[in-house]
């Protein structure tokens, strides 16, 4: 176990490093520059690239780069918010996408969880019916209707909430982000909790449960749920990285001011650090969540963890 | 046992999901009782105002700092910082008598201020973007050779008589100088606090000092929403009747809207499609943003464009106001002038452009002309039928713009065949620079509030001239108004860039469309807010809103 979990963190780490230097390949090839404004000279289009080093070979701009990162320093904005270090807009932002994506996840997971109990538990009644339409619903229409039409409804019409994000209320003002956020993860832990659930409840060990006598939510949550957890946790992993980091469009709606709505501006602005930056962090992210997700994997699945005992 | 804790996080769930769904409570009553409530479209780039170049992050600067001069309500420069001022003869040296005003830190506002700001909008460290501001326009002396690295900042013409005088030399008359005063890229910078923030400043509102009618109290780098208090101590604090501002960046123009129509907006923009759904409230309006939107063929690099029945066919082909009334809808005004309307004024307070009639027989709406005009250009050039490609910015009104251009054009020019490009703006600007393109839609936005803002573009060399047309005559007429005999008389300076336009239009330099407007949604319960095309779009400082 600790041989691979050592192996994996190399892995990871090179996979970083090739990931920034695709991503400086990438900005190279992106067209324009922060400074094509039609308003700046050539003249000072050239001060503009000394000073931030921007006419240094590629290969120097990367290893500094890397150096300075290894300090922490993830370089200045150029454009969004000129010279700002990216590591103050990341101390603000950062917490306000992990806040809304944690509470979509949150509400997602435990929802998602008791509509597929149900669709598993009511197999082929109207429930089950009615959850697969819910699931597919979830699953099919973007976040982005959902933020929307929940705006309209819920904001707009009702006034229950508040349209955009308020600092002074985050709490309140993230309902509507994160349960429009919330569907995609909902719809599909729904579908997945009822597959798995189906297929556990249809097994040997079960009957064996069933026959000793043990019945209603023991046998429910103790013996079906725990073992048809194990497969969701890997669908769920990839999820809560993807809503941590904000969906991009739904943080637009809101006017949240979290690190997704930064990074559209950023790409639009070819504003370079800020979308090396923002994407490495995306990409270190995803790949811690993986990591932890495999260890936590054995773990949660018996099987696993007593095969390696066995070793 | 077992069961009951199963059931017990089942009902602590389902009361959970049922209690954020049910929540009630008035979030739009929130704000101050009767702060303004404004909208952004983008985040505010920049509070350093040497290094500020866009519309929003001026016009929040100058929420919280003030200037040497500020616009009155017509656009013309009257007293801020500087209380008065003189003009040499030559009309070469003002000297500005600043009055007694404070920063929120207790330091008195000195010339010294300026000059420390000055010479950082000119420090090639800096790299100011709107350098040219102070070399090109402005024309201060040692700017251009300040900018250019081959002088010392502390050479540049502005000097600190005393605390309260300060001293600005120019290389040639410049006769709309103090109208570039309030534009911030010449606000005054307090040089013992920047040095005390350091690269922080302008990054929150404790690394900002205000001198104006606000004060900064929330803020951080690219912030969806931020706060202003209004400033007791301000000079003019007595003028100032709301007690704060509120800003709120919305991206998403629906949301946008429907905050407005709740009452958490005193003022939003609409966009084209929206217009529609409002245009009968009486609270919708539009308002003159000054830019310019034209199409530029390029003249050097296409033959077929260096005919000149070729381009005035194409610019007689066009009907301007089918593209405003039909497809834009936001107030924009057909244009038939290279200078704009409603942003330049003249020595007797008109408008330059005006008269949108004058250069009528050479780009009004004539399809008829026009057909002539192209089968006489398709004639000379022995061709029978041309091609040609117009980059277009992948935004919405170019596109759609674009689109009517094409079937315009295809329409009255037969034998041509216009194709589209859309791509993102940033690569429309570098094609344009590159040289790379064969007609082109685009826009320009005025600096200062002077024609020669627009018609300063077109002479031999001019990096914005991208068709690269050149002209002798115009270039020396050109010349005579900037740096030349007319500096110094502004009727004669005036009738000689209508001759210098009259060049431009005649020889269809540019096919001018249409003056943008922005359709706009303001309160019946806000008055007084100032919209401007040149420098600062909106100015609060006399606005007012009754609960």
Not at chain 1, 180 to 196: G, N, P, Q
Not at chain 1, 283 to 309: E, F, N
Not at chain 2, 49 to 64: K, L, R
Request: with cysteine.
């Amino acid at each position: 176990m600790k041989k691979y979990t050592v192996k994996r963190l190399l892995t990871s780490l090179f996979t970083l490093l090739a990931i920034l230097l695709i991503l400086f390949i990438l900005m190279q090839l992106m067209p324009g520059s922060p400074f094509n404004d039609e308003k700046l000279n050539e003249a000072q289009k050239a001060s503009l690239y000394a000073k931030y080093g921007l006419d240094d070979p590629i290969v120097i701009q990367f290893f500094r780069y890397v150096g300075n990162m290894l300090h922490g320093d993830l370089g200045v904005s150029y454009k969004i918010s000129k010279n700002t270090p990216i590591s103050q807009m990341l101390e603000t932002r950062l917490p306000v996408s992990i806040f809304i994506g944690g509470f979509a996840v949150f509400i997602g997971a435990v929802l998602g969880l008791i509509l597929g109990l149900i669709a598993a538990l009511k197999h082929d009644t109207i429930f089950d019916s009615l959850a697969t339409i819910i699931s597919v619903i979830g699953v099919s229409v973007p976040s982005y209707v959902f933020a929307l039409m929940l705006s309209y409804s819920l904001g707009f019409r009702m006034q229950w909430f508040p349209m955009l994000y308020n600092a002074q209320n985050s709490f309140h003002s993230s309902v509507l982000p994160s349960i429009s956020l919330s569907m995609f993860t909902m719809a599909s832990i729904a579908r997945f909790t009822r597959s798995e659930m189906l297929e556990v409840l249809d097994s040997d060990y079960m009957l064996l449960a069933e026959s000793k006598g043990i019945s209603g939510a023991s046998l429910i949550f103790r013996h079906a749920l725990r073992n048809a957890l194990i497969p969701i946790i890997t669908v769920l992993a990839p999820l809560i990285v993807d809503l941590m980091t904000g969906s991009l469009v739904v943080e637009k709606i809101f006017a949240i001011p979290g690190v997704g709505s930064l990074l559209v501006n950023a790409i639009q602005s070819n504003d370079y650090n800020v979308v090396i930056s923002l994407s490495f962090i995306y990409s270190a992210m995803y790949i811690g969540i993986m990591l932890v997700v495999d260890i936590l994997y054995g773990i949660i699945d018996p099987r696993i963890r007593l095969a390696k005992k066995g070793d | 046992m077992r069961k009951t804790k199963a059931a017990v996080s089942l009902l602590t769930v389902s009361a959970l999901v049922l209690g954020l769904t049910s929540f009630n409570t008035t979030v739009f009553a929130e704000t101050g009782t009767s702060d303004l409530n404004i909208m952004l479209e983008t985040p505010v780039e920049s509070l350093d105002p040497q290094q500020a170049t866009d519309g929003t992050s001026f016009e929040v600067i100058a929420d919280y700092t003030d200037g040497l001069m500020q616009m009155d309500a017509d656009g013309q420069a009257v007293p801020a910082i500087a209380e008065s001022y003189d003009l040499s003869e030559d009309g070469l040296t003002y000297t500005l008598h600043l009055r007694d005003a404070s920063w929120s830190n207790g330091d008195p506002v000195t010339a010294a201020d300026f000059v420390y700001a000055w010479q950082r909008a000119v420090d090639p460290e800096i790299a100011s973007e709107y350098s040219y501001m102070l070399s090109d326009i402005g024309q201060v002396v040692n700017a251009a050779e300040i900018i250019a690295g081959e002088k010392d900042k502390s050479e540049l013409g502005v000097t600190a008589v005393d605390d309260k005088t300060l001293e600005v030399q120019l290389n040639v008359p410049v006769s709309y100088f103090l109208s570039l005063m309030y534009l911030p890229t010449f606000y005054p910078v307090n040089q013992a606090f920047y040095e005390s923030v350091g690269d922080t400043f302008g990054t929150s509102p404790e690394t900002v000092l205000s001198n104006g009618a606000f004060t900064l109290d929330t803020y951080e780098p690219a912030a969806t929403a931020f706060h202003l208090t209004k400033n007791e101590d301000y000079w003019d604090a007595d003028r100032i009747q709301l007690p704060g501002l509120n800003y709120q960046v919305i991206q998403d123009s629906q949301q946008a809207l429907m905050s407005y129509q709740t009452g958490a907006l005193d003022t939003t923009l609409v966009n084209g499609e929206q217009v529609d759904q409002v245009k009968d409230d009486p609270e919708f309006q539009t308002i003159g943003a000054g830019y310019l939107w034209y199409v530029s063929p390029n003249i050097d690099a296409v033959p077929e464009l260096a005919n000149l029945n070729i381009r005035l066919a194409m610019t007689h082909a066009i009907n301007r106001e089918a593209i405003t009334d039909d497809v834009l809808k936001d107030g924009s005004i057909p244009t038939y002038t290279a200078v704009p309307m409603q942003f330049a004024a003249g020595p007797d307070g008109s408008d330059f452009s005006e008269d949108q009639t004058k250069y009528s027989d050479v780009c009004a709406y004539d399809a008829d002309k026009a057909a002539e005009l192209w089968a006489a250009g398709l004639e000379e050039l022995g061709i029978s039928e041309l091609t040609l490609d117009m980059i277009v910015d992948a935004d919405d009104a170019p596109q759609k713009v674009a689109q009517v251009l094409k079937e315009q054009w295809e329409t009255t020019l037969p034998g041509l065949t216009v194709n589209l490009t859309i791509e993102p703006k940033k690569q429309r600007v570098q094609d344009m620079q590159d040289g790379n393109f064969e007609a082109a839609l685009t826009r320009w936005g005025p600096d200062y509030a002077d024609p020669m803002t627009y018609l300063g573009m077109w002479i031999t060399g001019n990096s914005n001239n991208y068709g690269l047309w050149s002209n002798a005559d115009y270039d020396a007429i050109i010349a005579e108004c900037t740096t030349g005999d007319l500096c110094t008389n502004a009727e004669g300076r005036w009738a000689r860039l209508y001759d210098a336009e009259k060049i431009v239009m005649d020889d269809a330099v540019i096919f001018p469309l249409y003056t943008q407007a922005n359709a706009e949604m303001l309160s019946s319960k806000v008055t007084g807010i100032e919209f401007h095309p040149v420098a600062l779009n909106r100015v609060y400082k006399n606005a007012a809103k009754t609960e």
